[in-house]
């Protein structure tokens, strides 16, 4: 067969059915296929293009059977992205799991401080019974009733539920039945997961009162845990920014301005102290950015850590859950509750997680972006004084690069798979229904992402397995890397390779707003990378700055 056909066919069909003024009727003409052709930029013969007409045509015949199907959105492809290198060696050790100690805690005079408490010093009070679980809850659900109407963050509040779920945590306590650090402690999701008992509404209008009969593995293992679940956070439409159908949410330390996404509810409630933490997901810095405007501390897992159970699919081969946070070691505690396989979702791995709130810097090969930090950007005052603050600390710096390949052109895989995901909804005209409507928005992106070839999807994901393996000889040589949060294209970069990220708060703007720095850890290595932010936190305190509106 004609490998100039083979490459055509992938596009050239949705192309034809939007080409009314060359087609004849029930048929594909010669004129079709020269106006595709410059969409994929490719030249044939006008006999090439004779010969291929009988191969698209049952090709499009093969489309409409498949469209007949009800494939949901929850269905993955049976094609499993694998981020780790060719002859990738792992030895993780015996499972070590420590935390700081949070012995000396004591319930402030002043009940409003509890707003900012760290879940370890939260779970003190609770597991000396200074504190019920009801009481707690109670308090986080005032804060959210008090201040969402300011930060427009919350799309469920799940009041009755909330108080149900405590009132029994407390009685397990008070039988001796303390289930560990998350027991009796408010937490909140991103409206992408499922939870049986209330609407599932992926922050956009075509499913603001979809119901999905089934709880996430995350939520689940919270709930397990003994967490206490108290609302479903906004997050941009399907996962793209700030925006929802309720609004924008705002950024606690200026409510004129968003706060970021695609988890814009998680960080702004985390940072306005309305609940202590909160699950986000990340494709493209949907964690990093919104906790880095938001002043919070997150976690992007490897990719392959968290099962997506239950969760909304944007990009199957980018999709990445996590928690967002007050502190390092929060992170630690909430991803050590949700992390491994679950049975369900195929992509995961089963490797330990080991922790540890101590951390030599001496002995540990920490890289960083030079070039990059060489840069003037909007972070570099601070993100200088983060590198000196580790120097300062003991700390040896290794200059490292990223590989030389092209990054942002590849960047299609996420949205080619993200308009496969919502095919359902481009083809009923629903997107019409959608908040944003403009030329880079969700709707738009997906009738264009129609016609990228397969053999340019699969092309793009080849460059993808090269980058896995450039990523090798660098965790070859350091341990873990820091690179600024949005400068560049590490963002991209690692969430393409599926190595897990750290952000934390290093610093303010001079307008008063947070800025983060980012750490990037070897595959399954996120215990060094939140051991290092919290030996950053530990020697700062910008972590414990809030926000004076909800003080």
């Known amino acids: 067969m004609n490998p100039k056909r083979i490459l055509l066919f992938a596009s ?14 029930d048929s594909i003409t010669k004129e079709a296929i020269k106006y595709a052709e410059g969409i994929i930029g490719l030249e044939f013969t006008d006999a090439e293009r004779d010969t291929m007409i009988g191969d698209l045509e049952d090709l499009q015949k093969d489309y409409e059977t498949i469209r007949k199907l009800n494939i949901q959105n929850n269905t993955p492809p049976a094609i499993l992205f694998n981020p780790i290198p060719v002859g990738k060696k792992f030895n993780f050790g015996p499972k070590t799991f420590k935390l700081s100690s949070y012995k000396n805690v004591k319930l402030p005079e002043d009940i409003n401080q509890l707003a900012f408490y760290s879940i370890g010093e939260l779970a ?7 504190i019920t679980s009801e009481k707690l809850t109670s308090f986080y659900l005032e804060r959210l009733n008090k201040f969402d109407p300011a930060l427009h963050c919350v799309i469920t509040l799940t009041e009755d539920y909330a108080l149900r779920k405590a009132k029994e945590a407390d009685r397990e306590i008070a039988a001796g039945k303390y289930k560990g650090v998350l027991h009796g402690i408010p937490f909140g999701v991103k409206d992408l ?35 206490i679940l108290c609302a479903k956070f906004t997050m941009g439409e399907l996962a ?5 159908f309720g609004g924008m949410t705002r950024n606690p330390w200026d409510t004129t301005q968003g706060s970021s996404g695609s988890s814009a509810g998680s960080a702004a409630a985390v940072s306005g102290g309305l609940i202590p933490y909160a699950i986000g997901t990340e494709t493209w810095g949907s964690i990093i950015s919104p906790a880095t405007v938001c002043g919070t501390t997150g976690l992007r897992p490897t990719y392959g850590r968290v099962s997506r159970t239950g969760a909304m699919a944007l990009s199957w081969s980018m999709d990445k859950i996590g928690a967002i946070t007050r502190t390092a070691e929060d992170c630690a505690i909430v991803f050590n509750a949700i992390y491994g396989p679950d049975g369900i979702d195929q992509t995961l791995y089963d490797y330990p997680f080991n922790y540890s709130p101590e951390i030599n810097l001496k002995n540990v090969k920490i890289g960083y972006l030079k070039s990059e930090f060489d840069k003037q950007y909007d972070f570099k005052t601070n993100d200088s004084l983060f590198l000196k603050t580790l120097k ?7 200059p490292i690069e990223l590989p030389k390949l092209p990054i942002n052109e590849i960047s299609f895989i996420l949205s080619t798979e993200s308009a496969a995901a919502f095919d359902e909804l481009t083809r009923s005209n629903k997107d019409d229904l959608m908040i944003r409507q403009t030329k880079n928005d969700w709707p738009n992106t997906f009738r264009a992402r129609r016609f990228v070839p397969a053999v340019e999807y699969i092309n793009a994901n080849r460059i993808r397995f090269m980058l896995i393996q450039e990523m090798e000889k660098i965790f070859q040589k350091v341990d873990l890397y820091i690179a600024p949060s949005w400068e560049g294209d590490n963002l991209l970069l690692t969430n393409l390779t599926g190595h897990p990220a750290m952000v934390f708060p290093t610093g303010f703007s001079d307008k008063g707003l947070p800025q983060s720095i980012s750490i990037i850890g070897d595959l399954f290595q996120e215990g060094k990378i939140i051991s290092l932010a919290k030996k950053f936190q530990s020697l700062t305190d910008f972590h ?3 926000p004076q509106l909800f003080l």
């Open 12 to 25: 050239i069909i949705t192309f034809s059915f939007f080409m009314g003024a060359v087609l004849v009727k």
């Open 124 to 130: 003190e009070l609770i597991r000396t019974k200074k």
């Open 193 to 227: 997961l499922a939870t049986k008992n209330f609407k599932t509404t992926w922050g956009s209008v075509p499913y603001k009162d979809q119901i999905i009969d089934e709880d996430a593995t995350v939520l689940q293992r919270l709930e397990e845990a003994g967490g």
């Open 240 to 244: 793209m920014d700030d925006v929802w």
């Open 392 to 398: 300062d600390a003991g700390a040896v710096l290794i």
């Open 544 to 546: 414990k700055k809030h």
